[in-house]
């Protein structure tokens, strides 16, 4: 189980995009996210004239590490680091070390 999964609100806490916010399009690996509107690159397509797409620079998100962002928390809202705790019938859930309050319910 990780402490941040796809759909997870996340602030960027270093590099380049440091204080954006965003949510979490896909993991790519165990420490690799796809943050959506956070680390873009710009990216030189080359035209394809069979198909009609024509060529140019677009703009696309690039991966981030995942010890560069932290969960969001909303009631705080600040990023704050993630624990685990398993609660009275066993299940293993996340929550906001701050406060206590749990993420997954």
Known sequence: MYKIKKGDEV?????????QRGNVLKRLDEN????????MVK??????????EGGGI???ESPIQQSNVM????NTQKG???G???LE????????????EVIDI
């Open 80 to 82: 704050d680091r993630v």
């Open 32 to 39: 690799r996210l796809m943050v959506e509107n956070v680390n």
């Open 58 to 60: 677009i703009e696309q």
């Open 84 to 86: 685990f705790k398993t």
């Open 43 to 52: 990216k030189h397509v080359k035209g394809n004239p069979r198909t009609g």
């Open 11 to 19: 602030i960027v806490i270093a590099g380049r995009s440091k204080g």
């Open 71 to 74: 969960m969001f928390n909303p």
């Open 89 to 100: 019938d066993n299940r293993k859930v996340r929550y906001f070390k701050s406060n206590g």
